[in-house]
């Protein structure tokens, strides 16, 4: 607690806690809110109502002592230690693998609450806090929080299709990590990872496949990702046709020897209306170029391999 030398309630923060004196000898304690930039005191617990009562503005008022009791930093850092509980056992982590173990160890703890939804908020809270840290993506965290629950019931190393309804997703919704994505520096979470040199040469590789289909001038882009995601996904295509009229093509591998088998299906219902906008959008010339990067896919990669 430290006394004011001089009562000036201008100097005073958002959710501070002190306590004044007035001239009558009246005292108040509580958590000054500011309002048109103004001061007031809302003062809460024993002797006041329910709903509380606020005293004010303090620039008004015959202040004779003012005393801080908490400052905002202090009331915040309180307000996060009840946020958070009691923390995960385990050093602070200040390396890569020290943050990824960190996060994996919160992860499982958070998969082992049960039914104790308090607890369960509480170490979500301890997640989030680190991952923030690092600004990990939120498909990426899912996927930490799904594998740590599927590792309670399995020992095996998990595949997506194990910790999702199904063997891909939305990259906004589920995707594996890298390694340097719980690295502490910046720079290097932000360093894009090259694929692999066989997904790179493969014409008909997901997304060589995707750069024909936009030389050709379709609106394709990448709806879902496997795991890898070279191996496994969905392009969604959209036709020239008003209403909705797109086509989805999937790369499917189930092993990494053998090649990507391309399968296209109209992405509509079956609806009268469904099915006029399916037979416009068959009759396109873009319907036509689909199929071509479909057969074809890069075919460019092939002559630039064959001079190599």
């Given at each position: 607690?430290?006394?004011?030398?001089?009562?000036d309630?201008?100097r005073?923060?958002?959710?501070?806690?002190?306590?004044?004196?007035?001239?009558?000898?009246?005292?108040?304690?509580?958590?000054?809110?500011?309002?048109?930039?103004?001061?007031?005191?809302?003062?809460?617990?024993?002797?006041y109502p329910?709903?509380?009562?606020?005293?004010?503005?303090?620039?008004?008022?015959?202040?004779?002592?003012?005393?801080?009791?908490?400052?905002?930093a202090?009331v915040?850092?309180?307000?996060?230690?009840?946020?958070?509980?009691?923390?995960?056992?385990g050093?602070?982590?200040?390396t890569?693998?020290?943050?990824?173990?960190r996060?994996?160890?919160?992860?499982?703890?958070k998969?082992?609450?049960?039914?104790?939804?308090?607890?369960?908020l509480?170490?979500?809270?301890?997640?989030?806090e680190?991952?923030?840290?690092?600004?990990?993506?939120?498909?990426?965290r899912?996927?930490?929080?799904?594998?740590?629950?599927?590792?309670?019931?399995?020992?095996?190393?998990?595949?997506?299709?194990?910790i999702?309804v199904?063997?891909v997703a939305?990259?906004?919704c589920?995707?594996?990590?890298?390694?340097?994505?719980?690295?502490?520096?910046?720079?290097?979470?932000?360093?894009?990872?090259?694929?692999?040199?066989?997904?790179?040469?493969?014409?008909?590789g997901?997304h060589?496949?995707?750069k024909?289909?936009?030389?050709?001038g379709?609106?394709?882009?990448?709806?879902?990702l496997?795991?890898?995601?070279h191996l496994?996904?969905?392009?969604?295509?959209?036709?020239?046709i008003?209403g909705?009229?797109?086509?989805?093509?999937?790369?499917?591998?189930?092993?990494?020897?053998n090649?990507?088998?391309?399968?296209?299906?109209w992405?509509?219902?079956?609806?009268?209306?469904?099915?006029?906008r399916?037979?416009?959008a068959?009759?396109?010339?873009?319907?036509?170029?689909l199929l071509?990067?479909?057969?074809?896919?890069?075919?460019?990669?092939?002559?630039?391999?064959?001079?190599?």
């Amino acid at each position: 607690m430290c006394p004011a030398d001089a009562v000036d309630p201008g100097r005073l923060e958002e959710r501070e806690v002190i306590r004044i004196e007035l001239a009558d000898g009246t005292r108040h304690t509580g958590s000054v809110t500011i309002i048109a930039r103004k001061h007031y005191l809302v003062c809460r617990g024993a002797g006041y109502p329910l709903h509380g009562h606020v005293e004010g503005p303090l620039e008004d008022l015959a202040i004779v002592d003012l005393t801080t009791l908490q400052t905002r930093a202090e009331v915040y850092e309180e307000s996060r230690r009840r946020m958070i509980g009691e923390r995960i056992p385990g050093a602070e982590p200040v390396t890569r693998d020290d943050i990824e173990h960190r996060l994996r160890t919160i992860g499982r703890a958070k998969a082992g609450c049960g039914d104790d939804w308090s607890r369960e908020l509480q170490v979500t809270r301890q997640f989030e806090e680190l991952a923030d840290r690092i600004g990990l993506a939120k498909a990426k965290r899912q996927w930490i929080l799904n594998e740590e629950r599927f590792r309670l019931r399995s020992n095996r190393d998990p595949e997506m299709r194990d910790i999702w309804v199904a063997d891909v997703a939305s990259p906004s919704c589920l995707a594996r990590p890298r390694p340097q994505d719980f690295d502490p520096d910046p720079r290097t979470r932000r360093r894009r990872s090259p694929l692999p040199p066989e997904a790179r040469s493969d014409p008909f590789g997901l997304h060589n496949v995707l750069k024909a289909m936009k030389q050709l001038g379709l609106k394709a882009r990448i709806d879902r990702l496997g795991d890898p995601p070279h191996l496994r996904g969905h392009i969604l295509v959209k036709m020239p046709i008003k209403g909705r009229a797109q086509f989805v093509a999937m790369a499917e591998r189930d092993d990494p020897a053998n090649p990507i088998r391309w399968r296209l299906v109209w992405d509509g219902n079956e609806s009268k209306a469904g099915l006029r906008r399916h037979r416009a959008a068959v009759a396109t010339p873009e319907y036509a170029a689909l199929l071509a990067a479909l057969r074809h896919g890069l075919a460019h990669i092939q002559g630039e391999l064959a001079l190599s």
